[in-house]
């Protein structure tokens, strides 16, 4: 018999990308571009049993455990979408599929694809997925409804045609963990709309604790923000704290099914349980309960974070220091955090995100990312920052200000420590989200100025840096450091003069990307 509910996402979020920081952007980079070999070589399938996934994306492990709460456990099947065409059949009424990423507008892959003018590997597989679900419907006779939902859930609002087009039946749009269950009976027996957007958000108790592993051994720590940026959309969802015996219990079921490390999810895990609302100052006693209860959980051997801001790092940089110690952070186990930098302009920080440099102020922004880089670096935690280019009226003058913030850092950072300054910076593309929904995208190919394109220019050659001068040989076995270096570096390369060519042929002083300094 055929479960009655099935959940999936395609290939890109079934892989842990061998555990190599920032491998999971591989998942962004162009199909057109970037050869399937080497997309498979670092994005390996995690192991299933018979077609049932072992580990599932966090948000698809929060359906389950949100339609557990109604549904028998025979009913609700996670599978791995190589075998998804197994599990079909004439009892199955709902197949559902998670996407991060359905056609290239994410801001990573806006960047990479020229916001969906090539094709991203998430949207390739992601649309292979759906079609193979819809000929197998089609060609069994079977009548189940196939929903798309996750995080890139967003972007068919911007591509409704596509929902026709590809025999979608309906899109869920937000939070669904306390509306799953009547969500689906209403699906079943009701006649919703193709899209279908869900304006409320749960409240803590309504967030149920997954029950079966996650990839990376993710556990959910906050939801939401409240640091008021108008550019992104976890600001529109109000923060919730998860407590930290929910924390426990998803950190024990991820160790009891094989993980070893724990990554902790937050859009900014210093606001984990904050109290001081007007200066952000961050919740140290919090944070250090948090780390050490998970850090000291049987069977993690390690403990490492997922996003974060900058500014609580210089507000209480002991309170990075605690951290370090409870995850062990050293030469050995350097620890990746992706905070976003955004901006190297005073202006757009005061515009866009004034609260994002609390407790300081805008004008303060670059110093405060030089001296928060410092105690990353110091404590053994290695950036990789993101910026946005082109959101609504940057200039030129604005571009050159992040420029020199990222010649700053280059020059400053092995001044205060020496061989441990390590950072990355990946430029985005704006995309209207949050506030700005309604805006247009950022068009590389028509709105690119000579500021912006040497921003992304410097920003993308430190990566080419630190790739050759990191110490991945302290972490990875032989054969995937030389893979990285050999393959990365080549790429990169390759990436950086087809750069500079594309710069001159717009007319662009290309050599202005190293030649502006702080100073100037």
């Given at each position: ?309 900058i500014a609580p790092a210089v507000a209480d940089p002991e309170m990075v220091a605690d951290i370090s110690k409870m995850i062990k952070s050293g030469p050995n ?188």
């Amino acid at each position: 018999m055929s479960p009655k509910i099935i959940l999936t996402a395609d290939r890109t979020l079934m892989s842990e990308y061998r555990n190599v920081p920032l491998a999971d952007f591989f998942a962004c980079t162009p199909v057109e571009k970037v050869p399937q070999w080497i997309f498979d070589f670092f994005a390996p399938q995690f192991p299933h049993n018979n077609g049932v996934a072992i580990r599932a994306p966090y948000g698809l492990r929060k359906l389950e455990a949100a339609l557990l709460r109604e549904f028998e456990r025979e009913d609700v099947v996670v599978v791995h979408p190589d075998h998804v065409e197994n599990f079909l059949g004439p009892e199955t009424r709902i197949v559902c599929v998670s996407t991060m990423d359905p056609f290239s507008l994410g801001p990573v892959s806006a960047m990479f694809t020229g916001a969906g003018k090539l094709a991203s590997y998430s949207e390739s597989m992601f649309i292979d997925l759906v079609k193979r679900i819809v000929i197998t419907r089609k060609n069994r006779g079977f009548d189940f409804k196939l929903l798309v939902g996750g995080a890139g859930s967003w972007q068919f609002a911007y591509r409704r045609s596509r929902i026709s087009e590809l025999g979608i039946d309906h899109v869920v749009i937000g939070e669904t963990e306390h509306v799953a269950h009547e969500l689906f009976r209403e699906i079943l027996e009701g006649n919703p709309p193709d899209v279908i957007e869900i304006r409320s958000y749960p409240e803590v108790d309504e967030i149920p604790p997954i029950v079966a592993p996650s990839m990376h051994g993710m556990v959910e720590v906050t939801r939401g923000c409240g640091r008021g940026c108008r550019f992104c959309e976890p600001n529109l969802r109000f923060a919730r704290h998860m407590p930290i015996d929910r924390i426990i219990a998803e950190t024990i079921v991820n160790a009891d099914g094989g993980a070893r490390s724990i990554w902790v999810l937050s859009e900014d895990v210093f606001l984990y349980k904050l109290e001081d609302r007007k200066n952000f100052i961050p919740n140290r006693e919090a944070l250090n309960e948090l780390f050490q209860k998970i850090a000291s959980t049987r069977g993690v051997l390690h403990t490492y974070l997922t996003h974060a801001s900058i500014a609580p790092a210089v507000a209480d940089p002991e309170m990075v220091a605690d951290i370090s110690k409870m995850i062990k952070s050293g030469p050995n186990n350097i620890i990746g955090i992706q905070p976003g930098l955004e901006t190297g302009s005073k202006e757009i920080i005061r515009r866009y995100m004034p609260l994002k440099a609390k407790p300081f102020t805008p004008d303060e922004w670059f110093d405060v990312v030089i001296e928060g880089t410092r105690i990353f670096n110091e404590n053994y935690w290695f950036p990789a920052y993101t910026l946005i280019v082109g959101l609504p009226d940057e200039t030129m003058d604005d571009a050159w200000e992040t420029l020199r913030l990222i010649d700053a850092l280059e020059r400053k950072l092995p001044e205060k420590v020496g061989e441990r300054a390590h950072f990355v910076i990946a430029p985005l593309a704006f995309v209207p989200v949050g506030v700005l929904r309604g805006k247009e995208f950022f068009d590389i190919d028509k709105q690119i100025n000579e500021a912006s394109w040497c921003v992304i220019y410097r920003a993308w050659k430190h990566t080419l840096l630190e790739l050759e001068r990191f110490p991945w040989f302290s972490k990875y076995n032989l054969g995937l450091c030389l893979m990285l270096r050999g393959l990365g570096g080549l790429g990169l390369r390759a990436a950086l003069w087809n750069m500079k060519r594309w710069g001159r042929r717009l007319g662009f002083d290309v050599e202005k990307a190293d030649q502006i300094h702080e100073a100037d």
